[in-house]
């Protein structure tokens, strides 16, 4: 009988454990504006993707370049002369009536500033 009595409440005492984490204290994030000649830029999908705490500055647009490679790169540096490192949904802008064939005319993206943590 007390040996039924010490194992149920070793199971009691197992049942009811409590773990306590430590207190980790996080460094805040710095906001990191871009050095002048120095464009590192992220591309997020959409809005939502990016990341909390996040300043949203605007949108920005660009025209459209001889290569899709080259007109996005001009945005990345329309969102660095805004003083961002972000930008969301990016999206291209056609002539009123132009069907989805023909040529756009801008690439637009809401640009953001992100902190950077250190």
């Known amino acids: 009988m007390s040996r039924a009595l010490v194992v149920l409440g070793l199971l009691a005492l197992a049942g009811c454990r409590t773990e306590i984490r430590p207190l980790v204290k996080e460094t805040p994030a710095k906001i990191e504006r871009m050095v002048p000649g120095e464009c590192r830029v992220r591309d997020y999908p959409s809005a ?60 637009e993206a809401n640009a953001w500033l992100v902190p950077v943590r250190r």
């Open 48 to 107: 939502p993707d990016v990341p909390e705490g996040a300043e949203n500055i605007g949108w920005v647009k660009v025209p459209h370049e001889k290569t899709d490679e080259e007109t996005f790169e001009k945005l990345r540096e329309a969102v660095c002369a805004k003083g961002g490192n972000a930008f969301s949904q990016a999206h291209w802008i056609r002539e009123a009536g132009a069907s989805i064939a023909d040529q756009p005319t801008e690439l």
